[in-house]
């Protein structure tokens, strides 16, 4: 079966970001070095709406652009700001990138100055309960002509509208078409005879075998705690089927306590009690973690997005050959079949109201869904975007995105995701709860508890306007 559900994929409340703070580089036209966003610069002038200008930009006006700086980086959108360089020779476009879109963001929504353009993504993301009416609707860029001269929406992957529309409102193009599993390098387990698990019981087994060999099953960074959380949830969808995804989506009393659920984390907890975890997870930074699985080798398996081959390629062993199983079910009788995956667009883009040159900030999403642009961004960054046709067979040479390729076959129908985490923004208070289980001072009980109270918090909280999920 399929679920279409109206959500933003998760894909990264599960922190990706590798730098603190901020770093810039502007563009003048075709790639000139300016001043930081933010500036004084008249940017609200505007343009004459055209075909080749659908929005109205201003050919001489100011884009201010800021990205999360995460596992796909910001270079493709410095590509993209190229693109509209091109076209818009005179346009001063300033692409700047942080780990904190909620800190440094919400304060310049709450003065009437946002940027015109937001990668609005990472654990210190902004969650769309609180800007969703702040925020511009898209559907004139989908239904705008691309650069190739095509209508954007006759280009897209089907559904990619959904995971952005809130209250029946499109604010957010998820560019990035992420999909959820559990990654190993095939060259490790060809050489010990190891075989990829499907359910919990087969990790466990392949979690002894991993003590034999003096490695653990799991790695995890501090940061990244969720990314446990992510793997339970997923888990779950598939085994219990929509009884529990909806129970979750729509914050339902006792919903962690469901048996499935439970069950997982039963599995999960024994891997902890049994020390199958790389230790010290909680007081280590995430990507430094992720390395002593990607280039250490130390762990076996480490669950993820599809980012996680970008996102390491700098800290990967030689050979590794990188690839992706879905995620475990419990049971050999699940709701949905062991291939069903959690996948859908994610990396949310969004054009504030408030913004100086909201025009502009289309004008370059209009440049991402181009040919080029989204070519650039699968080719340097191994994952396909919403824009179909962008990646050959081969995968560009990555064996990551080959697994993805065939993950997404193998799936057809049966995909799934869901939007509660990013739209509540819950991962700050949830990342204390799973440090401390997967550091084995929480058990399964206290796990529950702890979740349940941040969801139920939320569900008691009247003045957040709550989502319906069916």
């Known amino acids: 079966m399929s679920q279409q559900l109206h959500g933003r994929l998760d894909r990264r409340t599960l922190l990706r970001g590798s730098l603190a703070g901020a770093a810039l580089l502007s563009f003048s036209g075709a790639l000139a070095a300016c001043g930081a966003p933010g500036s004084d610069s008249d940017s609200s002038g505007g343009g004459t709406k055209s075909d080749s200008n659908p ?241 250490d080798q130390q762990a076996l398996l480490y669950p993820s997005g599809g980012w996680i081959e970008n996102e390491m390629k700098d800290a990967t062993k030689e050979g590794f050959e990188m690839t992706g199983i879905p995620e475990f079910v419990l049971s050999d009788s699940p709701a949905l079949p062991y291939e069903t995956i959690r996948a859908a667009a994610g990396e949310s883009f969004i054009v504030p109201s408030k913004a100086k040159n909201p025009a502009g900030g289309k004008e370059i999403l209009r440049a991402m869904l181009s040919k080029e642009a989204a070519t650039n961004f699968s080719k340097t960054k191994l994952a396909p975007t919403i824009v179909k046709g962008t990646v050959p067979a081969d995968g560009f040479g990555s064996a990551a995105l080959k697994s993805q390729s065939a993950m997404l076959d193998a799936a057809g129908e049966n995909t799934f995701n869901y939007q509660f985490y990013d739209y509540y923004g819950t991962n700050a208070d949830e990342l204390v709860v799973w440090n401390s289980f997967l550091s084995g001072d929480l058990d399964v009980k206290g796990l529950t508890k702890a979740v349940q109270g941040i969801f139920d918090k939320v569900a008691d909280d009247s003045s957040i306007e709550k989502l319906k999920i069916t």
């Open 55 to 295: 929005f109205g930009m201003a050919k001489d006006g100011t884009v201010d652009v800021v990205i999360f700086d995460g596992g796909y980086g910001y270079d493709y959108v410095e590509f993209a700001a190229g693109v509209v360089g091109k076209e818009f020779a005179d346009a001063d476009l300033k692409v700047s990138a942080t780990t904190k879109i909620a800190t440094e963001l919400q304060p310049r929504f709450v003065g009437g100055t946002p940027p015109d353009l937001i990668d609005n993504s990472g654990a210190d993301l902004i969650g769309f309960n609180t800007i969703a009416d702040q925020l511009e609707e898209l559907d004139d860029v989908f239904e705008a002509d691309s650069y190739e001269g095509v209508k954007i929406a006759d280009t897209l992957y089907p559904n990619v509208k959904a995971p952005g529309t809130y209250s029946d409102r499109f604010v957010a193009i998820n560019y990035v078409m992420t999909l959820y599993g559990v990654w190993y390098s095939a060259s490790l387990f060809a050489e010990n005879g190891w075989t990829a698990p499907k359910t919990w019981d087969e990790a466990l087994e392949l979690g002894a075998q991993a003590k034999a060999k003096k490695k653990y099953l799991w790695v995890w960074g501090k940061e990244a705690a969720t990314y446990y959380r992510t793997l339970v949830i997923d888990s779950a969808a598939k085994e219990g089927g929509d009884e529990v995804r909806l129970a979750l989506e729509n914050l339902e009393k006792g919903a962690w306590s469901h048996p499935v659920i439970q069950g997982i984390l039963e599995k999960l907890g024994e891997m902890v009690k049994q020390d199958m975890f790389v230790p010290g997870g909680a007081g280590t930074q995430f990507t430094a973690a992720q390395a002593k699985w990607s280039n």
